[in-house]
């Protein structure tokens, strides 16, 4: 069980390291998010663009 508690103590580094490693979690999930909501929005549009250019085509002929 020693073990345990030393590495959760990092060396006397704890303060320092566990924020660190959870600010960086927080970034990493909200760069997904971010990523994940862009790709929809940019779906949608591009289907809004297709069926734009559709009834364009639609129109020509």
Known sequence: ??????FFEMGGYA?????AFGLT???????VVSTLRQLAQNRR??????????SQKRGLK
């Open 1 to 6: 069980m020693e073990g345990f508690g030393m």
């Open 15 to 19: 303060g320092f390291v566990w924020p």
């Open 25 to 31: 979690a927080v970034v990493m999930v909200a760069l």
């Open 45 to 54: 549009r591009l289907e809004m663009l297709e069926t734009a250019q559709a």
